[in-house]
């Protein structure tokens, strides 16, 4: 009798460690016999059939693609969506307005949470505030398009009066623009340091 695959429910003839030709192939790719893409309509089944009826106090994080801010995403509607915005939308219906986001009070979206009871819809405002609180919100060096770091925004504002913004441009490779807004202080805060 010859070896079948050793995946639970794979009945196909064994080929090299322990799994058939199509398992053996997912694990050399993918690191796992299971892996590869997700099968069409997997996502949205887990969507409806396990987030939304989820009653649970934990974070339930979405197992399938994210974005790169962490944040699941999902194929709904005819296009791709942020997984937790789709849920809060089925969960607590549309949202107020179109500068209603889905915010969490867990604090995870970053970490793909869509346990329904964690989202509600709140403005920008209300969902950075709590992005604050929670640490999540990610400003200055943190946020993924920055082009400088705190040391060199605090080189930036020091500068302020003694060179104009296109001047202090070119010696640091940013924009008029990012050094306006540094000054300002819209993009980066800017602690000053306590004399010792």
Not at 25 to 31: A, E, T, V
Request: aromatic residues 8%; glycine residues 12%.
């Amino acid at each position: 009798m010859s070896k079948v695959c050793s995946v639970d429910g794979c009945s196909a003839k064994h080929k090299a460690r322990g799994y058939c030709d199509i398992h053996y192939r997912r694990f050399l790719k993918y690191g796992d016999p299971h892996g590869g893409p997700t099968k069409q309509g997997e996502a949205l089944d887990f969507l409806f059939n396990v987030a939304l009826t989820y009653q649970g106090g934990d974070c339930l994080h979405w197992p399938y693609s994210r974005r790169r801010d962490g944040r699941g995403q999902v194929a709904y509607d005819g296009r791709p969506q942020i997984a937790s915005r789709v849920v809060c939308i089925l969960a607590h219906g549309p949202a107020p307005t179109p500068n209603h986001e889905a915010a969490h009070n867990c604090g995870n979206g970053h970490l793909a949470c869509v346990n329904p009871n964690h989202l509600r819809w709140d403005t920008r405002k209300g969902n950075a505030g709590d992005m604050a609180i929670h640490g999540t919100l990610r400003t200055g060096e943190l946020n993924n398009w920055s082009k400088i770091t705190h040391k060199i925004a605090a080189e930036i504002r020091s500068m302020k009066g003694t060179a104009s913004n296109a001047q202090i441009a070119v010696r640091f490779g940013v924009s008029k623009s990012t050094v306006g807004r540094v000054m300002r202080g819209d993009n980066w805060h800017i602690q000053k340091e306590s004399a010792a």
